[in-house]
C-alpha cells in the first residue's frame, strides 16, 4: 500500500485528483494534500511518502524548488508533474530532476491514472535476494564491455591531466567518442562495497565484473536522458562519472547545481543498494571551470570517499563538506570530531533563531553553515539523536503549546507566529504532535 502527496493551490484540483485516485482500486492506502510547497515539506518529513503528484507554479515555492527538496528529504520519492504551462523549458527541469511524468492541465483523467499506475507497478515489482540477483546476472546478463580506449583514456586523462594526452584525446574527438569540452566539469565516483550485503553468498571473480557491469548500467540509466556525462570503470571496484555543463547550461541558476550533484549521488547510492542488493560509496567533487581541472576533480571525490572510514553508517559524501584548508596534513579523529560538532552547534543557533520563520528550509540552514543539507541531517541526527526537521517542529509546538496556555491569542496568530502558512495546516501539525487539537488544548 502507498502514500501520496498532492500539492497544487487550487484546492479544487486538490479534491478532484484525491478523489480520481481514491476511488481507482490502485494499491493506495493514504492521501495527503497540501496547497503549497512548504505544508508539503511537512508532510515529507513527517509521514512515510511514496509518490508526490505537484503542480509546477506555486506562488512562494515553485514545483521545481519543491521536487529539489523532495528529493533531498527522501530520495526515492517518485514524481509526477502537472502544470498549465506546456513549456519545454519546465518540463526538461522537471525531468532533470526525476520526475516520471509531466502533464499537462486540464488533466485528462485516464492519463493521470496511467501515469500513477505504471510508476506504482513499477515500484510494486518484487525486489531479489541476493543469491537470485547473482544467479539472474550469471544466466541472462550479456555485458557489452565499455570501450577500452575511451575508458584506458580517460583514466589517464584523471590522472596525468590533459596536458599529457593530445593526440589520443584529439583523435577520440573525431571519432566521437569522448567531447569533454564543459567548460564547466564535475566528478562522482562510487565504490562498491560487494561484500558488505554479501557474506552469506560464494561468487566468483567474473561475478563482480557483472555487477560492475551492472553498476554502469544504473549510472546510464539514471544519467543518460539529461545529462552531459562520462561514465567508466576506474579501479577494480569503483566507477567514475565526469559530469560536463557548457557556458548556456550553467548560466541557468533556477536550479542549484551542487544540489543537483547531491542528489544524484543519494540517487545512485539508493538504487544500486535497491536492485544489486549491496552497499556502496559515493564520492562527489565540487564544480570547477576548465579540463585541466580534471585530475584535481578525481581527488576531491577520493578524499571524499575516505571520509566513510570515520562515518561508516553514512554513504554519500560531497568534497565540499570538510574544510580541508584547516588542516596541513591528514586530520585527527578529535580535529574531525571538533569540526563536526561546530557544524551541528552552529545549525542548531540559526535554528532556534529562525524555526518561527516561515518557508524555513532545510537548504536554508545548509547554506547559513555552508555545507550540504545531506551531510548537515546525518550530523544533526548523529550529534542530537533526533532528525534536523523533527527538532524544528518540536521548537515551534513547545512554542505554540506556550501561547496557547499563557496568552489570548487566536489559532490563526498563534499559526502565524509558529512559521505556518495556514491555521488549518497547523492544526494538522499540532494534532499530529500532541494527539489533540489546539483548541482541545486550549480547554
Not at 541558476?253 to 544500486?272: A, P
Not at 571538533?338 to 537548504?363: C, D, F, H, S
Not at 489559532?411 to 505556518?420: L, M, N, P, Q, T
Request: some cysteine; aromatic content about 10%; hydrophobic content about 40%.
Amino acid at each position: 500500500m502507498y502514500n501520496i502527496l498532492i500539492v497544487d493551490d487550487e484546492p479544487l484540483i486538490c479534491r478532484g485528483l484525491a478523489s480520481l485516485l481514491e476511488t481507482s482500486g490502485l494499491n493506495i492506502q493514504n492521501i495527503h494534500i497540501a496547497h503549497n510547497g512548504y505544508e508539503a515539506l511537512d508532510y515529507l518529513k513527517m509521514e512515510n511518502i511514496d509518490m508526490l503528484i505537484t503542480d509546477i507554479q506555486m506562488g512562494a515555492m515553485s514545483g521545481i524548488e519543491l521536487m529539489q527538496q523532495a528529493k533531498i528529504i527522501k530520495p526515492w520519492v517518485q514524481v509526477i508533474v502537472i502544470s498549465a504551462h506546456e513549456t519545454f523549458q519546465y518540463a526538461q527541469l522537471a525531468m532533470r530532476l526525476g520526475a516520471r511524468d509531466y502533464l499537462i492541465k486540464p488533466i485528462n483523467s485516464e492519463q493521470l491514472l496511467n501515469s500513477v499506475r505504471h510508476v506504482l507497478l513499477h515500484m510494486d515489482k518484487p525486489l531479489q535476494d541476493q543469491a537470485e540477483i547473482i544467479s539472474d546476472l550469471r544466466e541472462h546478463f550479456r555485458m557489452e564491455q565499455p570501450n577500452p580506449q575511451r575508458t584506458e583514456l580517460l583514466n589517464r586523462l584523471l590522472g596525468e591531466g590533459p596536458s599529457n594526452l593530445p593526440s589520443e584525446m584529439i583523435m577520440l574527438e573525431k571519432q566521437n567518442q569522448v567531447h569533454l569540452h564543459g567548460p564547466y566539469f564535475a566528478m562522482i565516483k562510487i565504490r562498491l562495497d560487494i561484500h558488505s550485503d554479501m557474506k552469506a553468498i560464494v561468487y566468483e571473480e567474473k561475478d563482480v565484473t557483472l555487477l560492475r557491469y551492472a553498476v554502469l548500467n544504473i549510472v546510464n540509466e539514471l544519467l543518460d536522458k539529461e545529462w552531459d556525462h562520462y561514465s567508466f570503470y576506474s579501479h577494480d571496484k569503483e566507477v567514475s562519472i565526469i559530469v560536463q555543463w557548457d557556458e548556456e547550461r550553467y548560466g541557468d541558476s533556477s536550479v542549484d547545481k551542487t544540489n543537483q550533484l547531491e542528489m544524484i549521488g543519494r540517487s545512485l547510492h539508493f538504487n544500486i543498494h535497491k536492485f544489486l542488493r549491496f552497499q556502496c560509496v559515493v564520492g562527489i567533487s565540487q564544480i570547477l571551470k576548465g579540463r585541466e581541472f580534471l585530475q584535481e576533480l578525481n581527488d576531491q571525490v577520493n578524499k571524499a570517499i575516505v571520509w566513510n572510514r570515520e562515518h561508516q553508517d553514512h554513504h554519500v559524501f560531497y568534497f565540499g563538506d570538510f574544510k580541508w584548508a584547516l588542516f596541513t596534513e591528514d586530520p585527527s579523529e578529535e580535529e574531525l570530531a571538533a569540526q563536526n560538532n561546530m557544524i551541528v552547534e552552529r545549525a542548531n543557533e540559526y535554528i532556534q533563531a529562525n524555526y518561527v520563520q516561515k518557508g524555513l528550509t532545510l537548504n536554508e540552514i545548509a547554506q547559513k553553515n555552508h555545507v550540504s543539507p545531506n551531510y548537515l541531517s546525518y550530523l544533526f541526527k548523529k550529534n542530537m539523536g533526533i532528525n534536523l526537521w523533527e527538532y524544528v517542529i518540536k521548537l515551534r509546538m513547545e512554542e505554540s503549546k506556550r501561547l496557547i496556555q499563557h496568552s489570548d491569542l487566536r489559532r490563526y496568530e498563534i499559526s502565524e507566529r509558529v512559521g505556518y502558512e495556514s491555521p488549518e495546516h497547523f492544526s494538522k501539525i499540532f494534532k499530529k504532535y500532541f494527539g489533540i487539537s489546539p483548541s482541545e488544548m486550549k480547554k
